[in-house]
């Protein structure tokens, strides 16, 4: 089982560029998580998917996008980087939103010039 | 008000020793859990520990031990003989019924401690 993964691992974009992460879970899980972890904090939550089909908003969710595409993948979509944006973002998952666990990927390092 | 607050920024502690890192947290759920996160320096988020609101005994995993003092709204995270390994950052974190949608948990994080053992 790889796990929770996501890709890319790093990305430089330029203010106004568009992009995708993208994040696949193996484990067969019902919830997926995005976070943001700015310097010296702790994660902050983006956005959810508690099951297949629903997604919410979390704390910090100004800028961004999600689609639920699967079971399997939570994607996050920043449609105009800006460098506020700049942050490293973890994608996690859990058997439920009521789950004693959430499992996370390795992390996207994203710098918005 | 900050839902959960980890007072140390940074601690040191000698290899072979125990270590408590603090975490209070604030909520007005009755049913609600606690979660011990290590990062190491490489990135990843490692899961700990947890514990439940309702349980009456407190969590252990190895040498992590959770201190659940309900009542002071408190759950401590103690690392018994510490190795060079467990220097790190540690996140302490409760899942409670979310704000927005107010049925579905979300995890909410304290801003960390950093935690360096000495050889």
């Known amino acids: 089982n790889a796990g929770v993964t ?9 203010t106004g560029q568009s992009m995708t992460l993208q994040c696949a879970q193996d484990m ?3 919830s997926m998580y995005w976070y943001r972890q700015d310097p010296g904090m702790g994660l902050r939550l983006i956005y959810y998917s508690a099951s297949e089909g629903t997604t919410d908003k979390g704390e910090v969710p100004n800028g961004y996008n999600v689609s639920r595409l699967n079971k399997r ?4 979509r920043l449609e105009s980087a800006a460098p506020s944006q700049t942050s490293v973002y973890f994608c996690a998952s859990s058997e439920s939103d009521r789950g004693n666990e959430q499992f996370f990927g390795p992390g996207t390092r994203l710098t918005v010039l | 008000a900050q839902k959960i607050t980890q007072t140390q920024p940074g601690m040191f502690v000698q290899e072979k020793e125990a ?6 947290y604030d909520t007005s759920d009755q049913s609600y859990g606690l979660f011990w996160y290590k990062q190491p ?9 947890y514990q439940g609101s309702y349980d009456e005994q ?15 709204k408190s759950a401590n995270l103690v690392i018994s003989a510490s190795q060079l390994g467990d220097s790190a950052m540690y996140f302490c974190a409760m ?13 909410t994080f304290g801003s960390g401690t950093q935690l360096t ?3």
């Not at chain 1, 996501?6 to 330029?14: A, E, I, R, S």
């Open chain 2, 41 to 49: 320096s490489s990135g990843e988020m490692i899961f700990l520990i």
């Open chain 2, 117 to 119: 053992v000495l050889p």
């Open chain 1, 73 to 76: 993948e939570f994607s996050l």
């Open chain 2, 58 to 72: 407190n969590a252990t995993e190895g040498r992590y031990s959770l201190n659940f003092q309900k009542a002071r």
């Open chain 2, 19 to 24: 270590v408590t890192l603090d975490c209070t």
């Open chain 1, 28 to 30: 067969n899980h019902n």
């Open chain 1, 6 to 14: 996501q890709t890319p691992k790093f990305q430089v974009l330029k």
């Open chain 2, 95 to 107: 899942r409670e019924r979310s704000l927005v949608s107010g049925s579905a948990r979300q995890l």
